[in-house]
């Protein structure tokens, strides 16, 4: 669903290096596609949001500008111009754990043009020592104090900031399958490409990270965002603990977030339809309410070629989703692996399972013919969303790889009436 943010955070950042000059101004690029196809599979009866069980495949394509200034000291200023083209495997319905991060809610045949970020980063600095931060996209190549405080505001993705995994968050490198590279469970703020207004606050100090921040959530769910209005918001705060294990860097995450929005309740939506003889439908039951969830999210080097992560995500599940998937509660592990015993250091192998489930208020509303944000195939033979994905990225040059992808979906959008969906995927990625 996103491109994401690929700067550094400063605790991120490698320590006690010797000072460095500051850029000034910056350029990056990159252009991803994503192929995807799927071959027919058990289907005996389709839904308005089912995956189509004749076989598709896909294409989608993002070539982003990442342009950065110096403001003042500590103080940089990103503008991020996108071109989009493409469309999701069946408009991206079917599954909750849907099979490409590079996938938006809204696709096009002809390429359009959009700004998914344009924002300010000042960081405060604190006591501690130096550390260099190494120059990329969304950020200047810097010295600064390890501990500091950094606020960024204006328009972003939440999960720029938030959620952040080594191992299993950026689609143009590593995973793609939506349950794997964010908490299933995380309703987080987002248009329908995934991003918003909204502004965060980092504290780093030590080993540790504080990190809040208040999103705009869309009017509608997935709808545009064409303005800033915080009437409906969304609060999210994480903390963070690093350390080493054996001699490994390791993080341990917990979030929480708090979303107010006009939302309705399953259970409403179902008995307001029993009530006129209808289908369940959300948006003829919503009011001013809260929702919330969390997410604990780990990751481990294991060896220096070896790292794995795990995610387990949760929300009461009693109210639709309002941005993200139709996930109550989500679990998912992996590890990722260098291609040093093989002698190619820079690819990579990676190898990870996803489990998905939802409330049983939800499982009464799709049963009933209710329609969520991905998921709906008219009625609901219920089982947990069972995800496996493997891929191999090849280095083919020091700015470009390809990745052969490979996802079964097993029980797509909780039926076990359909699937299993075997989805077949290739990933050209390139960036300056």
Do not use: C
């Amino acid at each position: 669903m996103l491109a994401l943010a690929l700067h550094a955070h400063a605790d991120e950042a490698a320590p006690a290096l010797p000072p460095q000059a500051d850029e000034t101004w910056a350029v990056h690029g990159q252009v991803t596609t994503i192929l995807q196809q799927h071959p027919r599979f058990t289907s005996p009866y389709s839904g308005p949001q089912s995956m189509d069980p004749n076989g598709r495949q896909e294409e989608t394509t993002d070539v982003t500008l990442f342009a950065g200034t110096k403001l003042w000291r500590n103080a940089e200023l990103w503008i991020n111009a996108e071109i989009d083209q493409g469309f999701g495997l069946s408009h991206s319905f079917g599954a909750a754990g849907f099979p490409s991060g590079g996938a938006y809610k809204e696709g096009a045949n002809m390429p359009y043009l959009r700004m998914p970020r344009l924002f300010v980063r000042q960081v405060f600095p604190l006591s501690g020592e130096q550390v260099a931060v190494e120059a990329g996209a969304n950020q200047l190549a810097s010295t600064h104090s390890a501990d500091n405080v950094t606020l960024t505001f204006g328009k972003m993705a939440v999960v720029d900031i938030f959620d952040n995994n080594t191992y299993a968050h950026d689609p143009r490198s590593d995973f793609l399958n939506w349950a794997m590279i964010d908490g299933g469970a995380l309703d987080y703020a987002a248009d329908m490409w995934g991003y918003t207004y909204g502004v965060a606050a980092e504290w780093n100090q030590g080993n540790w990270t504080w990190r809040n921040g208040i999103y705009q959530m869309s009017l509608v769910p997935n709808g545009k965002i064409t303005g800033i209005d915080f009437h409906q918001f969304e609060f999210i705060t994480e903390v963070e603990e690093r350390h080493q294990l054996a001699g490994h860097p390791g993080k341990l995450k917990l979030l929480a977030y708090l979303n107010h929005a006009s939302m309705s309740k399953y259970s409403d939506a179902v008995q307001s339809a029993i009530a006129n003889n209808t289908t369940p439908d959300v948006a003829a039951n919503r009011h001013y309410a809260s929702n919330y969830g969390f997410v604990l999210n780990g990751e481990q080097e294991l060896t220096s070629d070896i790292g794995a992560f795990a995610r387990f995500s949760k929300t009461p599940g009693d109210k639709e989703v309002y941005e993200f998937t139709d996930i109550s509660q989500g679990f998912s592990a992996g590890i990722q692996i260098k291609g040093d015993r093989w002698g190619r250091h820079d690819d990579t192998i990676g190898l990870a399972i996803a489990r998905n489930s939802i409330s049983g208020d939800a499982q009464r509303y799709f049963k009933a013919g209710g329609l969520g944000v991905l998921i709906g195939d008219g009625t609901l033979n219920y089982g947990a969303e069972n995800i496996l994905e493997t891929y191999y990225a090849i280095r083919v040059h020091p700015h470009a790889t390809i990745t052969i992808d490979y996802q079964q979906i097993k029980n797509p959008s909780y039926n076990m009436d359909r699937g299993p969906i075997n989805v077949y995927g290739l990933r050209f990625h390139t960036d300056i």
